[in-house]
């Protein structure tokens, strides 16, 4: 009887220490979503996702970072203006990815995701599979392929059901409202300026839902609103910085475009040579810097495989022909005072349809409209 007995705590002790194996093996993945907090460059401004995956059966610690692009490349500038650059998906050690953060005291968040073994196993295989040569690399698209969207669209693949992400901003947000929210906490004028010129109407469109999620900050919160499962397991901060006081910006785009108006409208109280020859100077740099932007954009919208900066409406003021009218704009000649007179009635009737156009235009153009259509009246009226 004994030995039946011992024979059957054996068993039982067996059968537990097998279950207890088997489950710290199945439990062996840990895979979280880090967000990272924006930082004072501009490249930094609307903050980055990866993934952390930990193995403890392997004892390892990674993060699968899909935000690397090739800096040193031959031909990076090129290739970053016309569109053509590759990111790719990289992995590093979390810790080397953490002191990273860390150096630049910017936040790290992480949520565990809630994920069965199989789920688990079908996404870390998959990452193992993309940082392979052949597989590594992709079109990057700000807007709608980053390195966040990537993170959402693998969750959303392998976990069952699929989860349903809420709306984490207004509904009736665009893409700009969205960047512009970022670039006004950062007092990035400037950069809310030249981003303003360069992306057309299609910045302009109303967001989907799914849309919202190319912030790093807004798929955060989407996951942890999920609707139709739980997504995140536990939620913790890696580490967490006060938010730097911003410094206020007193030279602003639209001050120093109404400087620049200012300019020409004191060096024409006075009434001498050498007034004459600076404002000649100044009329040939605005419009032929104008001119020279404008082909700027239609090479961005032609020339490149940027999606948003197509349809840009800042071709109605910023025309390339401009280039060319820079050096007639103070000859006294028929054909330039007829250029010059449609230019005058053209940009009043783009200032009275500023605010209507399809496109969210940036108010720290307005003083250059005025200017370019008081310069180019002044040609016809031929004004001193």
């Not at 207890?20 to 490249?43: D, F, K, M, V």
């Not at 995956?53 to 031909?75: L, Q």
């Not at 740099?285 to 020279?292: A, N, P, S, T």
């Amino acid at each position: 009887m004994k030995k039946l007995v011992l024979q059957i705590l054996f068993l039982t002790l067996f059968a537990i220490l097998s279950i207890n194996s088997i489950a710290q093996n199945n439990s062996r993945l840990r895979i979280s979503l880090l967000t990272c907090a924006p930082g004072q460059e501009l490249s930094e401004t609307f903050g980055h996702s990866a993934f952390r995956v930990i193995d403890s059966n392997a004892v390892t610690d990674h993060v699968y970072n899909y935000g690397i692009f090739p800096f040193y490349e031959k031909g990076f500038y090129l290739k970053f203006m016309r569109g053509k650059l590759k990111y790719s998906v990289e992995v590093e050690q979390f810790e080397d990815f953490k002191q990273n953060y860390l150096f630049q005291n910017r936040s790290i968040r992480e949520q565990i995701l809630h994920l069965s073994e199989t789920e688990k196993k079908e996404i870390y295989h998959y990452l193992l599979e993309n940082i392979k040569e052949e597989n590594k690399y992709y079109q990057y698209d700000f807007f709608l392929d980053n390195c966040t969207t990537r993170l959402r669209d693998i969750v959303k693949k392998y976990h069952k059901p699929s989860p349903t992400l809420p709306a984490v901003m207004p509904t009736y947000y665009t893409f700009r409202n969205a960047i512009h929210q970022y670039l006004d906490y950062n007092n990035a004028h400037w950069s809310k300026f030249g981003i303003d010129i360069l992306l057309g109407a299609r910045t302009d469109a109303v967001m989907t839902i799914e849309q919202q999620e190319f912030l790093p900050d807004n798929l955060m919160r989407a996951f942890d609103s999920t609707k139709n499962t739980s997504l995140v397991l536990a939620s913790q901060n890696i580490f967490l910085f006060e938010k730097p006081n911003k410094k206020s910006v007193v030279f602003t785009p639209l001050i120093c475009t109404t400087l620049f108006l200012f300019l020409f409208i004191f060096l024409n109280f006075y009434k001498n040579n050498t007034r004459q020859k600076i404002l000649k100077k100044l009329d040939f740099f605005l419009f032929f810097i104008v001119g020279l932007l404008g082909i700027l954009l239609v090479f961005m919208w032609l020339g490149t495989d940027h999606s948003m900066t197509k349809d840009n409406y800042n071709l109605l003021w910023a025309w390339p022909i401009f280039v060319v009218y820079a050096f007639y704009i103070n000859k006294n000649s028929k054909s330039v005072k007829t250029f010059s007179v449609l230019v005058l009635i053209y940009m009043i009737l783009l200032l009275c349809s500023w605010f209507f156009l399809p496109q969210q235009m940036n108010n720290g153009l307005l003083p250059v409209l005025v200017l370019m259509a008081w310069r180019s009246g002044k040609c016809f009226f031929n004004i001193k």
